[in-house]
């Protein structure tokens, strides 16, 4: 555990042996993965959750996307944004970063502008994912867009009740909910509505493997449902209300809450897999290693007080119960043998 310079001002993220935390002092500190020293800060006011792709960190502070080396912080590159960027993401060669009323998509390599944006106002920027050749911006007003990754044109527009959650795009759908305590699918393509679900809170965003989707309300509900017909698979009770959107990962089904911090469910039938405390509220999305080892890091967790805290997955060190005690000797007597 350690603590930060000052409490986190946008989630952390990882890229490869490094954390990089944007905080509220108006900096980007980068830290040892395994042990959480520092090995770097720069004077930088994120805007942006940082996002790392290829040795790079790319991270918006209000009208500037900057690129930066991961190992060292030194500045790659800098574009500048019609207005204040609040989220990024990666497709085919591009960065794409949105805010409120504006959309604009760089050079990956060289911070080239491709295109610019300017969307109708909408509120802020809710959460931004990429598919294919689509861009998808959901807005506080309940508005989700999509637009042309190749040149911004915008491809359709949706609009649902309440304020959304980050959406999640999974093959030929996308998925989001919103604070109307209502789940959504919809095309892809076009938007069309293709089911939605009533649940009995505010839905906090979803996450997906091949065989369901999964999302999370303040209802304190975990569900897993069909992705097809949105068909109920498995519901359960987290214990605790929810902060974050669900993580899907190799055999479990992670969701961080404010007591306890992280609850892990089986994906096929919502069995609980155990859980996990931490003394303060979680700020963003845990950190998981794609690939468990043992005796290492595998998950690190950020809290708004501004301590971070590296955990390793205690299942894979292969702990063994204590023996029980030997009351009497193995083996049976021998008769001692004498000499003529």
Do not use: C
Not at 121 to 136: E, I, K, Q, R, Y
């Amino acid at each position: 555990m350690i603590t930060l310079p000052a409490p986190p001002a946008r989630p952390a993220a990882r890229a490869g042996n490094r954390l990089i935390v944007p905080v509220t002092s108006g900096a980007l500190v980068a830290l040892n993965w395994e042990n959480g020293e520092t090995v770097w800060s720069v004077p930088l006011g994120a805007t942006t959750p940082p996002l790392p792709a290829g040795g790079v960190i790319y991270v918006g502070a209000g009208d500037t996307l900057h690129a930066r080396d991961v190992e060292t912080g030194a500045e790659r590159w800098m574009g500048h944004a019609a207005g204040t960027l609040q989220e990024l993401a990666i497709a085919d060669g591009r960065i794409v970063g949105a805010g409120a009323g504006i959309a604009n998509a760089f050079d990956l390599t060289t911070g080239q502008p491709i295109w610019g944006k300017i969307l109708p106002p909408a509120g802020d920027v809710t959460g931004l994912a990429v598919s294919g050749d689509a861009v998808f911006a959901s807005f506080a007003d309940g508005r989700l867009v999509a637009l042309a990754l190749a040149d911004g044109r915008e491809i359709w527009v949706r609009t649902i009740d309440g304020r959304p959650s980050p959406p999640l795009v999974r093959k030929d759908s996308v998925y989001l909910g919103s604070t109307n305590n209502h789940f959504y699918s919809l095309d892809v393509r076009t938007g069309k509505e293709r089911w939605s679900w009533r649940t009995g809170g505010d839905v906090i965003g979803a996450a997906a493997d091949e065989k369901s989707v999964y999302y999370a309300s303040l209802d304190a509900v975990v569900r897993a449902v069909n992705p097809g017909n949105g068909h109920l698979r498995w519901k359960h009770d987290g214990g605790t209300r929810a902060v974050a959107p669900p993580l899907a990962l190799d055999g479990a089904v992670v969701v961080a809450g404010l007591t306890p911090t992280l609850s892990a469910f089986a994906p096929l039938t919502g069995a609980p897999q155990g859980t996990f405390d931490l003394p303060g509220e979680l700020h963003g999305v845990p950190l998981v290693t794609a690939t468990l080892r043992p005796r290492t890091v595998a998950v690190v967790v950020t809290l708004k007080d501004g301590r971070a805290y590296g955990l390793r997955a205690l299942s894979l060190m292969f702990n063994e119960s204590t023996p029980p005690a030997a009351f009497t000797l193995p083996g049976k007597p021998l008769t001692r043998e004498r000499l003529p």
